[in-house]
C-alpha cells in the first residue's frame, strides 16, 4: 500500500469533493433559506438573522465558502481549458453534459462574482445594495433584495444562475459517483443520471420559487401553500424603509 | 442492418452518382504544413476507403488536373482486426477498411467523402500516423503479468467465468487509437487514455495479475493519468471491438479510491 500520488491526481479529487461537501451542501442550505421568503419578509430576514448568529461565523464563511470556492472555480477553469470540445463529430448525450458542465461552470464564475459582490459585499454601483448588501443588514434584506428582483433582468440572471447551478451541481454529484467508483454500470450510471436530473429540476423548481417569492407573496405558487403568511408580516418596521 | 436502412440503401442505389469525389487531407512530412487535395474517382458497387485510395494511388491525378505525388496510408489485414488503417472519414474516427463508400453516401448525403490522419498523433505523411504513445502507455501501466523464470510453475490460476469473459473483452483491444481520436479529453498526451486503462483493467483482473495491482495503479495516479477522464463517453460509442472501456474506467476508478486514495487508512 504504497502508492505514490501525483498532484494533478490529489488535485483533481480535491476538486471533485469540494464540490459536494461544502459547496453542494451550502447550495441545499443556501436555497432553504431563501425559500423562507415565501413566508414573507419577517421569515426571511429572521433567517438572515439566524445566519449572522452562527457562531465562528467568519472561519465557517472563509473555510466553508470562501476558500473552497475559490478553489473550485479557479481549478475549474484550468480543467476547462483542457477541452477539446468535439460534440457536433461524437453527437452523443454523455459528451454534451461533458461540454454542458464546463459551460455551466464557466458561466457560473462569472454569475457568482456577481452575486457575491452584489449581496455579500454590495460593491456593484448602481444597485439597490451597494453600499448596504445583505450580509449585516439582517431587518433590511427582504427589501434589499426585492428592490433588485423587481428589474426583470436582474431577477432573470438570478434564475439563470441557479438554473446553472442546480444542472453543475446535480451532474456533478453524478461525476462524483462515477469518478470515485461508487456508481460503476451501465444501468447503474442510467439510472444515477434520471436521479440527477430529477434533482437538477428540483433544485431549479425551488430556487426559482424562491426567488419569485421576493415580488409576489408565495412566489409562483398559489398563497395557500403559504398560510402563515398574515402572521410573519412586519407591522412596524423596527428600521426605517428606503424605498 | 435494420430495414429502414436497407430500404435507404436502395434507394440510394437505384439511382447511384457517377463519380465520387475523395477530399483527403495532406502533409508532405511531419511539422509541415496540410493541404487538401480532392479526387474523383468513377462509382462502382461495393468500394471501400482502402480500394479507393488504392484507385487514386494508381494515377494520382486531382480533380482539378493537376499531376501529385499517390497519398500515403496505413494498411494491413483488411478485416477491422488490426486497426492500422483508422482514421478520420467525414468526421469520425474508424478503420478504412471496413469503412464501405455506399453506406457513407447514404448516411452522409453528398459525394464527397472527406478523408483526414487521426488528429491526436504525429502526423508522419499524408494519412499515417504515428501511435508509439499508445504502447508508451501500455509500459506506464505494466499491461503485463510478471512470470518469473522458464521453469514449470504449475497449472495456473482458476478464475470464474464472470471474469474470464469480461477480460477476453478487454483482450480484443487491437490498439487502434479509436477511443483517444473520439475523447474530449486527450490531446498532445496529456492522458492517459482508455486503451490503457482497459488494458491495465484487463491485467488487474487476472489471479496472478493481481499480485502487482499497485504498480498498475501508480502508473494510473500519476499526472497523466485516469483523472483526466471527463466521462464524456466517446470512447465505448466509437470503439471498433466493443471493448466495455468505460466498465474498465470506474471499476479502476473503486480499485484507486479503495487501494489508493483511502490506502493509507489500512498502514
Redesign the interface.
Known amino acids: 500500500?504504497?502508492?505514490?500520488?501525483?498532484?494533478?491526481?490529489l488535485l483533481?479529487?480535491l476538486h471533485q469533493i469540494t464540490g459536494i461537501v461544502p459547496l453542494g451542501a451550502f447550495f441545499f442550505v443556501h436555497i432553504f433559506t431563501n425559500s423562507k421568503a415565501m413566508s414573507g419578509e419577517k421569515a426571511f430576514n429572521d433567517a438572515v438573522g439566524d445566519i449572522h448568529h452562527i457562531p465562528y461565523l467568519l472561519f465557517v464563511e472563509v473555510f466553508g465558502i470562501f476558500l473552497p470556492l475559490i478553489f473550485h472555480s479557479i481549478y475549474g477553469i484550468f480543467?476547462s481549458a483542457?477541452?477539446?470540445?468535439?460534440g457536433?463529430?461524437?453527437n452523443?448525450g454523455?459528451?454534451w453534459?461533458?461540454?454542458f458542465q464546463r459551460a455551466t461552470g464557466i458561466f457560473l464564475f462569472f454569475f457568482l462574482l456577481f452575486h457575491i459582490l452584489n449581496l455579500r459585499f454590495g460593491a456593484i454601483p448602481g444597485l439597490e445594495s451597494y453600499g448596504n448588501p445583505v450580509a449585516g443588514n439582517a431587518t433590511q434584506a427582504f427589501d434589499i433584495v426585492q428592490a433588485e428582483f423587481r428589474n426583470a433582468g436582474i431577477l432573470l440572471f438570478y434564475i439563470l444562475g441557479v438554473a446553472a447551478t442546480a444542472w453543475h451541481l446535480a451532474y456533478g454529484i453524478w461525476?462524483f459517483a462515477?469518478?470515485?467508483?461508487?456508481?460503476?454500470?451501465?444501468k447503474a450510471?442510467k439510472y444515477a443520471l434520471y436521479a440527477c436530473i430529477a434533482l437538477a429540476a428540483g433544485l431549479f423548481a425551488v430556487g426559482t420559487n424562491a426567488a419569485f417569492a421576493f415580488v409576489r407573496p408565495c412566489g409562483l405558487l398559489p398563497q395557500a401553500f403559504c398560510s402563515e403568511l398574515e402572521e410573519n408580516k412586519i407591522t412596524q418596521p423596527n428600521a426605517p424603509r428606503r424605498f | 442492418m435494420s430495414n429502414s436502412n436497407e430500404f435507404k440503401e436502395k434507394k440510394r442505389l437505384t439511382n447511384p452518382p457517377q463519380t465520387v469525389d475523395i477530399k483527403i487531407q495532406r502533409r508532405d512530412k511531419l511539422g509541415e504544413n496540410a493541404y487538401w487535395e480532392t479526387f474523383t474517382i468513377p462509382y462502382r458497387r461495393n468500394l471501400n476507403v482502402i480500394s479507393v485510395l488504392m484507385d487514386i494511388r494508381k494515377t494520382p491525378v486531382t480533380k482539378e488536373g493537376k499531376q501529385t505525388t499517390p497519398p500515403v496510408w496505413d494498411m494491413s489485414c483488411l478485416e477491422q482486426v488490426c486497426g492500422i488503417c483508422t482514421m478520420v472519414i467525414n468526421?469520425?474516427v474508424r478503420q478504412s477498411c471496413s469503412a464501405l463508400i455506399d453506406d457513407l453516401l447514404v448516411s452522409d448525403g453528398g459525394n464527397t467523402i472527406t478523408l483526414e490522419p487521426m488528429s491526436k498523433f504525429p502526423n508522419v505523411r499524408d494519412l499515417k500516423v504515428d501511435r508509439t504513445r499508445m504502447f508508451e502507455h501500455l509500459k506506464q501501466v505494466n499491461a503485463w503479468i510478471e512470470l518469473d523464470g522458464t521453469h514449470d510453475l504449475g497449472p495456473g490460476p482458476t478464475m470464474s467465468q464472470e471474469t474470464a469473459q469480461e477480460r477476453y473483452a478487454y483482450s480484443r483491444c487491437m490498439t487502434c487509437g479509436c477511443c483517444l481520436e473520439?475523447c474530449?479529453?486527450?490531446?498532445d498526451d496529456?492522458y492517459i487514455g482508455p486503451q490503457a486503462i482497459a488494458q491495465a483493467r484487463y491485467q488487474n483482473m487476472h489471479p496472478t495479475g493481481k499480485i502487482t495491482i499497485?504498480e498498475r495503479?501508480?502508473g494510473l495516479?500519476?499526472?497523466?493519468?485516469i483523472?483526466?477522464?471527463?466521462?464524456?463517453?466517446?470512447c465505448i460509442?466509437?470503439c471498433p471491438m466493443g471493448i466495455p472501456l468505460?466498465?474498465a474506467i470506474?471499476?479502476?476508478?473503486?480499485?484507486?479510491?479503495?487501494?489508493?486514495?483511502f490506502?493509507?487508512l489500512?498502514?
Open positions: 500500500m504504497s502508492i505514490k500520488l501525483s498532484k494533478t491526481f483533481r479529487k480543467i483542457e477541452a477539446r470540445p468535439n457536433f463529430d461524437y452523443y454523455r459528451n453534459f461533458y461540454i461525476l462515477v469518478d470515485w467508483g461508487i456508481v460503476i454500470g451501465e450510471q | 468526421g469520425r473520439a474530449p479529453q486527450y490531446h496529456n499497485d495503479l501508480e495516479t500519476q499526472e497523466d493519468g483523472t483526466n477522464c471527463g466521462n464524456a463517453q466517446n460509442q466509437v468505460t466498465r470506474y471499476e479502476t476508478n473503486r480499485d484507486i479510491t479503495v487501494n489508493a486514495l490506502g493509507w489500512r498502514k
